[in-house]
């Protein structure tokens, strides 16, 4: 096993709880944490559930690193509207969920491997920025050269997933289009999220 499933797969068990639903993580056979701990059970403190909930939702979209993500939520709280549905809006505009979600990949992190690697395009031209944000009715796709690119051959012959509803994909031509910014309510996350609580964990 790779070092980044490793890394992915010790988040799964951490956090206890399968969080990209993937019918392959070590944790549907060990749920319980890793190392000689990991089985003891521990009452949780309101600031620990908040802790919790803020890990969970970074470590779902690809484990973004703590300043990034406290950018995203200063941009929510800053938006009109609901600050919890606001985030989770911004999150699913990043390019590397956008591709993650049209099933061009596995993961999350092989989508911000195959956006670093150049093999994206975003309304006709290359991005290789995983964070680069789309707005609604941009154009994605995989490069022409990439399109034999194993681990897109794998996520679409083997789909884990469905496409959501607020993008549109044609597998014939590896490429999808951004509809619209979703609600809470219309993202497929395999277990509960709870923004409510990450809004409150930096409201502290």
Do not use: C
């Not at 068990?13 to 639903?21: A, K, Q």
């Not at 929510?76 to 505009?93: H, N, P």
């Not at 590896?174 to 964990?201: A, C, H, W």
């Amino acid at each position: 096993m790779s070092k980044r499933q490793s890394s992915k797969y010790k988040i799964n068990r951490r956090l206890s709880v399968n969080l990209w639903g993937r019918p392959k993580s070590p944790f549907n056979i060990r749920e319980y944490g890793p190392g000689q701990h990991g089985q003891r059970r521990r009452k949780v403190s309101d600031y620990g559930t908040q802790l919790r909930a803020k890990q969970q939702l970074r470590g779902y979209y690809g484990n973004i690193n703590e300043k990034q993500f406290r950018r995203i939520y200063a941009e929510a709280v800053l938006a009109r509207g609901d600050t919890s549905e606001q985030l989770i809006g911004l999150l699913e505009r990043r390019l590397d969920i956008v591709i993650y979600r049209m099933l061009f990949v596995p993961t999350v992190f092989a989508a911000r491997q195959l956006i670093s690697h150049g093999h994206v395009m975003v309304n006709g031209r290359r991005v290789n920025i995983p964070s680069y944000r789309l707005r609604e009715g941009d154009a994605v796709e995989v490069r022409q050269k990439s399109k034999q690119h194993p681990v897109v051959l794998e996520a679409i012959q083997t789909p884990e997933r469905d496409v959501p509803d607020y993008m549109e994909v044609d597998f014939e031509k590896l490429k999808g289009t951004f509809i619209r910014t979703p609600l809470l309510s219309d993202v497929p996350f395999p277990v509960q999220m709870e923004p409510n609580l990450v809004i409150e964990y930096y409201s502290r």
